[in-house]
């Protein structure tokens, strides 16, 4: 049974960090691209990191040189630092493959992490 379980987020003061995780379980991690998105209110739901499964890197324009995504293949487990963190930031946020899961007819999502950046 697939399960992506997204934690870490919070409320934080704009100019602070946070660290979300992610842990999987049900997929053969090590040889997926995995990601971070997320969905702020009233917005389409938006791939902000990107990490292959040999660990290269890629990043939204709003949040490169803030953010940084990682992988722990031992553990199926994947993290975004976030550093600089601004009011636009606030989101809820999920982590997926790229492109995402699709065990049926419709992708699968866990439920997200909530990040709140206040001004």
């Known amino acids: 049974q697939v399960q992506l379980v997204e934690s870490g987020g919070g409320l934080v003061q704009a100019g602070g960090s946070l660290r979300l995780s992610c842990a999987t379980s049900?997929?053969?991690?090590?040889?997926?691209?995995m990601g971070w998105y997320r969905q702020a209110p009233g917005n389409q739901r938006e791939l902000v990191a990107r990490?292959?499964?040999?660990?290269?890197?890629n990043y939204a324009d709003s949040v490169k040189g803030r953010f940084t995504i990682s992988r722990d293949n031992a553990k199926d487990t994947m993290y975004l630092q976030m550093n600089s963190l601004k009011p636009e930031d606030t989101a809820v946020y999920y982590c997926?493959?790229?492109?995402?899961?699709?065990?049926?007819?419709?992708?699968?999502w866990g439920k997200g992490t909530l990040v709140t950046v206040s001004s």
């Open positions: 997926n493959k790229v492109p995402p899961l699709r065990p049926g007819t419709v992708d699968y």
């Open positions: 049900g997929i053969i991690f090590r040889i997926l691209s």
């Open positions: 990490i292959t499964s040999d660990g290269i890197t």
